[in-house]
């Protein structure tokens, strides 16, 4: 917004003291600086809402990468404990084995 309040004043104050550096012409009138002002503030909203959508859009991936963090933590989690249940349950297997075998 700041930079929009710049340009406004720059091509105002051009308006009145520097026509000619400002709109390439010694005599230009108020209709076409209004016209003109119009395009820039319609420009400038367009830019802020690209900037608020962007935001946005930044946003909704934090909160994706997020959910997405939670199911890998808790597929981890998953992994390891059927990990140590496969691991408890090969050695219960090889015990059994031996005493299988021993009593052969």
Known sequence: ML???LYAVHHVAGFYF???AVYGGAVYNLLMVGVHATF???AVVALIFQIVMASKAEKNQQ???E???QIIQQLI???KKTS???KEASVELSTNISETEKAS
């Open 67 to 69: 959910k997405q963090e």
């Open 84 to 86: 140590h249940q496969l």
């Open 18 to 20: 520097f026509t000619e």
């Open 63 to 65: 909160v994706v990468q």
């Open 40 to 42: 820039v503030m319609i």
């Open 77 to 79: 989690q998953n992994i």
């Open 3 to 5: 930079v929009a309040g």
